[in-house]
């Protein structure tokens, strides 16, 4: 099993910055890979961020590309996801994953374990 615990959430206003972290304990996970996903109300969760925690390689949701940037300190066996130029559609529960593969996927149907959430708010 692995537990995963987000923080760094919060109130921001439109154009300011957030970083959100993501702790895993449990199993080994340094050769699966980590996602940020996000869910606004009444919407369906959607993919925006993940990456390779055995190559470091990236993907991102081409709404957040050149704004938000993931990475990983694997000595920690922490994610984080810096967000930059926040937007109000940004507003949202943003949930961290690990998916059982190596490289990074979008796919939601890999990511086999859920962190509990943390509100992200960018008032405009």
């Known amino acids: 099993q692995v537990q995963l615990v987000e923080s760094g959430g919060g109130l921001v206003q439109a154009g300011g910055s957030l970083r959100l972290s993501c702790a895993a304990s449990?199993?080994?996970?340094?050769?699966?890979?980590m996602g940020w996903f996000r869910q606004a109300p009444g919407k369906d969760r959607e993919f925006v961020a993940t990456i390779s925690l055995s190559y470091g390689s990236t993907d991102y949701a081409d709404s957040v590309k050149d704004r938000f940037t993931i990475s990983r300190d694997n000595a920690k066996n922490t994610v984080y996801l810096q967000m930059n130029s926040l937007k109000p559609e940004d507003t949202a529960v943003y949930y961290c994953?690990?998916?059982?593969?190596?490289?990074?996927?979008?796919?939601?149907?890999?990511?086999?374990?859920w962190g509990q959430g943390t509100q992200v708010t960018v008032s405009s």
């Open positions: 449990g199993r080994t996970i340094n050769t699966y890979s």
């Open positions: 994953a690990v998916a059982l593969t190596t490289a990074q996927t979008r796919e939601i149907k890999w990511y086999a374990y």
